[in-house]
């Protein structure tokens, strides 16, 4: 059998295993509060969330859509956050479409460690764009992702049509 190598996953496990809270804080309040987007790939802020690349894809393309409120339950949003972050996922949907044209999407949220959350105590709504014959299955059967294309080279893309306001 060949090796897929994925060394970028090492840094994921090391963090998720981690117990100590304070040892990772949160990058969804710590990354606006930075003010360098393009390192913490974050596309766009709106008044109340902000879209921001996955760092650990589970395809190319695959956003967050994030409220900059610190909280673990819908229940904590008032309708204007939840309203723009409705809206801050369709502008991701739109820009996914026209720059990476994939043939659907997987939407959702992992609410709680237990449903899966890598960062359970921030909530954020997953967009992964999905294509006829895509290669997720590598995740099952070898605990590895295929992702063709770079981070960096996705957020570029993906910022100029947003941008230039393709996505709206």
């Known amino acids: 059998?060949?090796?897929?190598?994925?060394?970028?996953?090492?840094?994921?496990?090391?963090?998720?295993?981690?117990?100590?809270?304070?040892?990772?804080p949160c990058i969804f309040c710590t990354f606006p509060q930075e003010e360098n987007d393009v390192?913490?790939?974050?596309?766009?802020?709106?008044?109340?969330?902000?879209?921001?690349?996955?760092a650990y894809p589970y395809s190319n393309g695959h956003l967050m859509i994030t409220p900059f409120r610190h909280t673990a339950s819908m229940d904590d949003l008032d309708d204007e956050e939840m309203l723009e972050m409705m809206q801050l996922t369709r502008v991701g949907i739109n820009l996914l479409k026209e720059s990476m044209r994939p043939d659907g999407f997987n939407v959702g949220m992992n609410l709680g460690?237990?449903?899966?959350?890598?960062?359970?105590?921030?909530?954020?709504?997953h967009v992964?764009?999905?294509?006829?014959?895509?290669?997720?299955?590598?995740?099952?059967?070898?605990?590895?992702?295929i992702i063709p294309e770079s981070l960096n080279a996705v957020y570029a893309n993906l910022k100029l049509i947003l941008d230039a306001g393709k996505s709206d």
């Open 39 to 54: 390192e913490n790939l974050i596309l766009h802020r709106g008044k109340h969330a902000f879209i921001i690349l996955n």
């Open 1 to 24: 059998m060949e090796q897929l190598w994925a060394p970028w996953r090492m840094t994921y496990i090391k963090k998720a295993g981690s117990e100590n809270p304070q040892e990772h």
């Open 128 to 145: 992964v764009p999905r294509w006829n014959g895509d290669t997720n299955f590598m995740t099952v059967l070898a605990d590895a992702r």
């Open 113 to 125: 460690r237990v449903a899966g959350a890598g960062i359970a105590d921030h909530l954020h709504m």
